[in-house]
Nanobody
Framework: EVQLVESGGGLVQAGGSLRLSCAAS????????IGWFRQAPGKEREGVSY????????YYADSVKGRFTISSDNAKNTVYLQMNSLKPEDTAVYYC?????????????????WGQGTQVTVSS
């Protein structure tokens, strides 16, 4: 059974930083793309960032490039999202998610698995 457990959300002022963590289990960690999507009230789901541990390939949404960094610790089956220079428009529930193929990430398809989500709120 695939399990994804997020942590690290919270309230931060604009310009601040947060680091999200996602502990994964139930699948071979480096076979899939793992990362984050977010959803704000009244807005569509947005793929934020993904990483494929087998070759280090990464994906970032244009809205977060240069501000967010994704990384993985294969020994711990954990993925991290370092979020710097946060803006109020980054406010959303962030979900750890898994895509079984990289093509699915690029085509912005629905993830195959996702966690419960963690709230990130950026105040102005």
């Amino acid at each position: 059974e695939v399990q994804l457990v997020e942590s690290g959300g919270g309230l931060v002022q604009a310009g601040g930083s947060l680091r999200l963590s996602c502990a994964a289990s139930g699948f071979t960690f480096d076979d899939y793309a793992i990362g984050w999507f977010r959803q704000a009230p009244g807005k569509e789901r947005e793929g934020v960032s993904y990483i494929r541990s087998s070759d280090g390939r990464t994906y970032y949404a244009d809205s977060v490039k240069g501000r967010f960094t994704i990384s993985s610790d294969n020994a711990k089956n954990t993925v991290y999202l370092q979020m710097n220079s946060l803006k109020p428009e980054d406010t959303a529930v962030y979900y750890c998610a898994v895509h079984k193929s990289w093509v699915s990430v690029i085509l912005r398809r629905s993830p195959d698995y996702w966690g419960q989500g963690t709230q990130v709120t950026v105040s102005s």
